[in-house]
Every structure is written in structure tokens, then in C-alpha cells.
């Protein structure tokens, strides 16, 4: 099975992109998490959706289309999401409905330096991915607080609470698409 690991987050150091790697080492065997850089992504322009899309929105639809679940990790930025995350979103929702994201199962997780940052984000991305159809794991959030202090400098996760908290939750997403039969 491969999962396809998107980060809202561009920057290097980013706690998100490492939880996703975090998350990627404990899906289990026979599972593959794929991180998809959204960097090459241009803004959305309907201009330019056509029949030949900016490729780096081909790679992106077929990276998506030949996975069987997608796991975000996005960081709240003022309240939401980052734009980077909505604009691929944005890309990825054609056509409306019948996308490749239109029934295709998907986990959240959030990195943030407070306390509740992300859980905002999260219920803004739960908002959008219900306009592509896309099915999210119905579970509490996944925050991961104050990453500021819960990674080391290699972007190791010394936090063992919070360790011990996405072990559960990879488990419980991973049966859940299992179930969905994607
Ligand atoms: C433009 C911007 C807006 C932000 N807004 C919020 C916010 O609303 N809530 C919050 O908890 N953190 C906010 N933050 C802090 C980010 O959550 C924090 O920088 C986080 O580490 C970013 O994720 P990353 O490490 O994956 O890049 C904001 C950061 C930026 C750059």
C-alpha cells in the first residue's frame, strides 16, 4: 500500500514535514509513505487546467491517483491553512467531484509551536476536503504541541507522550482505509 505524504509546509526544518517522516516509520510493513514536495506547485490558474496541466501538477495528480490514502501534516497559519496546502488542493479538486480526490480516504496530522495551534487548521482542511469528497479518518485530532521542544536537531521526536499517541492513531487510520477498500 502506498500512502501519499503531503506537508502544508514549504520550510527546511519544518516540524510537520518531520512528523510526516516521523509517521512514514511507523505505518508498518508493507506500507510506503510517499512525501510529495509541494514547492513546484505554481498558483492556481484556470487558465492553465486545462487538457495539458504545468506538469508539476501532473506529478502531483498522478502521485495522488496511484496512492491509496493521502496523510496530511499541516501547520495552522493564522487560523487556517497555508496557502501552499489550499492551492494544491485547489489543483488537485478538478473536476469537481470526480477528482482524484474524490473518495480517496486521508489522514491529518498538525505540528505547531503553541499549545492548540492546529487544531483550527485542521477543522478548516476537514472543511475543504469535504468539497472534494475526500473522506478524512473520523478521529480526535492529531496535535502535536509546542514542536519547538518535541524534536531534537536531527528531527528526531524525543517527545515519548506524543509518540505514544501517533502509534494509535497510524493503527486505527491504516484499518480505517483498509475498511474503505480503496
Ligand atoms: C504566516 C504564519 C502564520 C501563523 N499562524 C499561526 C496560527 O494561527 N496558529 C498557530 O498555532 N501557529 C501559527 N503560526 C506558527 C506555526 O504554526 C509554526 O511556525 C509552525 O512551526 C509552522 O510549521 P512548520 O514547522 O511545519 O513549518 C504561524 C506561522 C506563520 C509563518
Same mark, same amino acid.
Given at each position: 500500500?502506498?500512502?501519499?505524504?503531503?506537508?502544508?509546509?514549504?520550510?527546511?526544518?519544518?516540524?510537520?514535514?518531520?512528523?510526516?517522516?516521523?509517521?512514514?516509520?511507523?505505518?508498518?510493513?508493507?506500507?510506503?509513505?510517499?512525501?510529495?514536495?509541494?514547492?513546484?506547485?505554481?498558483?492556481?490558474?484556470?487558465?492553465?487546467?486545462?487538457?495539458?496541466?504545468?506538469?508539476?501538477?501532473?506529478?502531483?495528480?498522478? @502521485?495522488? /491517483?496511484?496512492?491509496?490514502?493521502? &496523510?496530511? +501534516? #499541516?501547520?495552522?497559519?493564522? =487560523?487556517?491553512? $497555508?496557502?501552499? *496546502?489550499?492551492?494544491?488542493?485547489?489543483?488537485?479538486?478538478?473536476?469537481?467531484?470526480?477528482?482524484?480526490?474524490?473518495?480517496?480516504?486521508?489522514?491529518?496530522?498538525?505540528?505547531?509551536?503553541?499549545?492548540?495551534?492546529?487544531?483550527? @487548521?485542521? /477543522?478548516?482542511?476537514?472543511?475543504? &476536503?469535504? +468539497? #472534494?469528497?475526500?473522506?478524512? =479518518?473520523?478521529? $480526535?485530532?492529531? *496535535?502535536?504541541?509546542?514542536?519547538?521542544?518535541?524534536?531534537?536537531?536531527?528531527?528526531?521526536?524525543?517527545?515519548?507522550?506524543?509518540?505514544?499517541?501517533?502509534?494509535?492513531?497510524?493503527?486505527?487510520?491504516?484499518?480505517?482505509?483498509? @475498511?474503505?477498500?480503496?
Amino acid at each position: 500500500m502506498k500512502v501519499l505524504g503531503i506537508s502544508g509546509s514549504l520550510r527546511a526544518g519544518s516540524y510537520n514535514g518531520a512528523l510526516l517522516r516521523i509517521a512514514g516509520q511507523r505505518l508498518g510493513d508493507g506500507i510506503r509513505l510517499e512525501i510529495h514536495d509541494l514547492s513546484a506547485i505554481p498558483l492556481y490558474d484556470a487558465s492553465l487546467d486545462g487538457e495539458v496541466k504545468p506538469e508539476p501538477v501532473r506529478t502531483l495528480l498522478e @502521485a495522488i /491517483a496511484s496512492s491509496q490514502a493521502l &496523510l496530511f +501534516a #499541516t501547520p495552522e497559519y493564522n =487560523y487556517s491553512i $497555508p496557502g501552499v *496546502l489550499k492551492n494544491a488542493i485547489d489543483w488537485a479538486s478538478r473536476p469537481a467531484y470526480a477528482s482524484v480526490l474524490a473518495n480517496r480516504p486521508a489522514g491529518i496530522l498538525s505540528a505547531s509551536m503553541s499549545a492548540v495551534g492546529g487544531a483550527r @487548521a485542521q /477543522a478548516h482542511l476537514r472543511d475543504v &476536503l469535504a +468539497a #472534494t469528497l475526500t473522506p478524512v =479518518y473520523p478521529s $480526535p485530532d492529531f *496535535l502535536l504541541p509546542m514542536a519547538q521542544n518535541a524534536f531534537d536537531d536531527q528531527g528526531v521526536l524525543q517527545d515519548e507522550a506524543a509518540l505514544a499517541r501517533l502509534e494509535p492513531y497510524l493503527r486505527g487510520f491504516l484499518d480505517w482505509v483498509i @475498511a474503505h477498500g480503496r
